[in-house]
């Protein structure tokens, strides 16, 4: 069945899950990957995946295990399914949803679990630093030291100059991530922060602050997908389905780029999402965007078609983006407050959706929210992930 | 758990004879560590170290440690049957600090001598085995030391704190005590949070690590078995001593455990010494017996890297007072004070290495 609208086969939510991130240092990858498909296969009554997707982007560099597909089909005790990683740095969990929504569109299977899962505390300091510089470049970036935030802190510098942004222009971002995460208890940091703290904040790369970046840390996703033509979730819950799921690509290395502040592969990437879901940025009720550096979040919010060109951060600055504006964005703390778990990230944003459509948000619940939207990157914006997720008993 | 009695109690009650401290004149402040490596001072751990000068070492500080001991215990040094020098910074890699110690003090030849490594308990595992040597009746006294000249490499967070100085104690017969141990514990397990390999000349953390699953929880762990085996509750205590690494952990473990900040105000060191590692709970308890009344309660926990902590309850004797201003008192040497800059301490500690 092809609901009016959506281009893809009806596929649900069957259960979500996901475990606070934080310094689990007392937990290995498996253990926190486990706790969040257990969750998510619970909120499902039990029903066991036939194929397990995985997102993950450091566990090579800094757990040295590869292979975390039957890595955690076997541990979850799932021997037999078909398994395997997906990895696209920061997009790492939205590449591994997409792949089981086009499993499942294929008509080739029809339970699909997909977890994304980091764990980073096993290592300290420069080894994190360089295993996150990995996401770029490595020839023509990595190996000038160019890290994500010294990107991050070039794009902003750029943003900052060519829209004549006013100093503490992004702080909206911040305050407002952090606000939200106060009603979010997975969250990593609850507690809501003033635009003094913002503005006193240490610089990591001139002019991006220690509040412009997202904290790194441990943490696991996971959502159960289904074919609703061929299994239909039990339950009371307010069933949600997946109206669309779309990648693109840009150049990898920032140099590369013909316009960095296009963010063109977001623009393809939701530009894809929208068209698929037949819908226009107005019919979003909510955006969790990746916000791990606040310049990114302006940026996708421009090229998902909800500020102008040089105009997003204005809809932080003038409160537009928290839980009653215009567009909500980062409902739970998002990347900045409630913590990146980098390659798990897409998969947090897909589950938070989910609980924002059910109205299982607790304290951080979006009103009247029926379409949501998550979307997550690799890198400066090189590859780039989007989902559009709807309250299936409203289409 | 198969040990259902984790309290250690010797069967002859055992106490501290005599104590005395040591801490080298030299202030290294945390500003001028901060102006060379361009760090914010919004945050110091601390507001200076104790540096140790270019003629000091854990030998040459452990001895004056020992001799004001034993002003205060006036005993004969020949009836001491233990030296043992708990330490990170010993001069040699073979060769026993302790030896030259208890030459120097003249307990030698009829004792044993040995050196203690655990990071920074290293001197509070000496006291506990020492506790049970005299509590066993192998031997009437037996000294126990904690000493470090600590390292920090230059440019990294420790070297804000990584100071020296440390304690010396004699342990004897409860009933020659100046205070007496109710009771001791430990607590260990393999955490990985602070190391120096063989042939290193600086240590390595696991940042954020230390904190939470190193030293909070064995502080933590040791200060509730040892007071839950005793009955004891943090107001029955005149003052705590915990491992100083900086400012912040003892006071946010103290508060944890419901101590008030007054009782742990004399014996916290750190902010004018800074982390004198092996010697940090322990010097700290010096200042505390400095200036404490006969018959009150002290309780001690040390925290040593990967990862232990030693707790102790004390109470004070009526031997106590008179004894305190036969040596230097603690807080003397932490007011004899010669502020040197950075080049001065690359100079004292070996930094400029010329070859």
């Not at chain 1, 829209?163 to 990593?188: C, D, I, M």
């Not at chain 2, 990071?119 to 192998?138: L, N, P």
């Not at chain 2, 010096?286 to 925290?303: N, Y």
């Amino acid at each position: 069945m092809h609901a009016p609208g959506s281009a893809l086969p009806e596929i649900l939510v069957a259960g979500v899950g996901l475990t606070p991130i934080g310094e689990h240092w007392e937990k290995s990858l498996r253990s926190i990957a486990l706790e969040a498909m257990t969750a998510a296969v619970e909120d499902a009554g039990g029903l066991r995946p036939q194929a397990l997707f995985v997102g993950n982007m450091l566990a090579p560099a800094l757990s040295a295990q590869t292979h975390l597909g039957v890595l955690l089909a076997d541990f979850a005790g799932w021997r037999g399914i078909e398994a395997a990683t997906y990895e696209a740095a920061g997009a790492s969990g939205g590449i591994a949803l997409r792949q089981a929504v086009l499993a499942l569109a294929s008509g080739e299977m029809d339970r699909v679990m997909v977890v994304g899962v980091e764990k980073l505390t096993d290592r300290i300091g420069s080894s994190v630093e360089a295993a996150l510089a990995a996401a770029a470049d490595a020839d023509f970036e990595a190996v000038q030291g160019l890290t994500p935030a010294a990107q991050a802190g070039l794009l902003m510098r750029r943003y900052i100059h060519e829209h004549h942004v006013p100093e503490h222009g992004f702080a909206g971002f911040s305050l407002t991530a952090h606000a939200n995460a106060v009603g979010n208890p997975r969250a990593l940091y609850r507690r809501a922060i003033r635009l003094e703290d913002y503005a006193s904040a240490p610089m990591l790369s001139d002019p991006l602050n220690l509040f412009d970046a997202a904290p790194v840390a441990d943490g696991a996703a996971a959502i159960l997908l289904t074919r609703g033509d061929r299994h239909r979730p039990a339950g009371e819950r307010t069933p949600i389905r997946i109206l669309a799921s779309a990648v693109a690509t840009g150049p990898l290395a920032l140099h590369d780029q013909p316009d960095p502040l296009g963010f063109e592969a977001a623009l393809i990437s939701a530009g894809r999402a929208m068209a698929q879901a037949g819908m226009a940025a107005r019919d979003i009720d909510l955006f969790e965007l990746h916000d791990v550096f606040s310049i990114y979040a302006a940026l996708a919010l421009e090229s998902a078609g909800f500020a102008e060109r040089g105009q997003g951060w204005r809809l932080a600055a003038e409160g537009e983006i928290s839980r009653t504006g215009r567009i909500p964005i980062s409902t739970l703390g998002g990347s900045k407050a409630r913590g990146d778990a980098g390659g798990a990230t897409g998969v947090y944003q897909a589950v938070e959706v989910v609980l924002q459509l059910q109205g299982r948000a607790g304290e951080a619940q979006v009103p009247e929210a029926q379409v949501g939207m998550g979307q997550c990157l690799g890198g400066a914006g090189a590859t780039v992930a989007t989902h559009i997720l709807a309250r299936a008993d409203r289409l | 758990m198969t040990n259902h009695a984790p309290m250690l109690k010797p069967v002859q009650d055992v106490g501290i004879v005599g104590y005395g401290a040591y801490i080298p004149r030299y202030r290294l402040p945390a500003r001028e560590v901060a102006r060379l490596w361009k760090s914010e001072e919004g945050g110091l751990p601390i507001r200076e170290k104790a540096v140790a000068g270019l003629d000091e070492d854990v030998v040459t500080m452990s001895i004056e440690a020992a001799r004001n001991t034993l002003a205060r215990a006036g005993i004969n040094p020949s009836e001491i049957r233990a030296v043992w020098v708990g330490s990170e910074s010993h001069p040699y890699a073979v060769k026993p600090t302790s030896t030259i110690v208890a030459e120097a003090i003249g307990a030698v030849p009829h004792t044993q001598a040995a050196d203690w490594q655990f990071a920074c308990k290293a001197g509070t595992e000496a006291v506990q085995a020492a506790i049970g040597m005299v509590g066993s009746g192998m031997a009437h006294y037996t000294l126990a030391i904690g000493m470090d000249t600590a390292q920090g490499r230059p440019g990294d967070a420790l070297e804000y704190t990584a100071g020296a100085g440390g304690a010396a104690f004699l342990l004897g017969p409860a009933a020659e005590s100046l205070t007496i141990i109710e009771g001791s514990y430990s607590f260990v397990s393999d955490t990985p949070d602070f190391w120096r390999r063989a042939n290193e000349r600086y240590p390595e953390h696991g940042q954020r690590f230390t904190g939470e699953p190193a030293y909070f929880k064995h502080i933590e762990a040791a200060a509730h078995t040892l007071m839950e085996a005793l009955g004891s509750m943090p107001a029955d205590y005149a003052y705590a001593v915990f491992h100083q690494p900086n400012t912040k952990f003892p006071q946010r473990v103290a508060k944890t455990l419901g101590f008030r900040p007054e009782q742990i105000s004399a014996g916290l060191l750190v902010p004018l010494i800074g982390n004198t590692y092996a010697g940090s709970a322990l010097v700290g308890l010096t200042a505390v017996l400095d200036v404490a009344d006969p018959g009150v309660r002290i309780l001690v926990v040390s925290f040593g890297s990967g990862a232990g902590s030693d707790a102790f309850s004390l109470r004070t004797t009526e031997r106590l007072a008179g004894r305190q201003g036969l040596a230097p008192t603690t807080q003397d040497y932490v007011a004899r004070r010669t502020e040197i800059d950075y080049a001065t301490y690359s100079r004292y500690r070996g930094k400029l290495v010329m070859k």
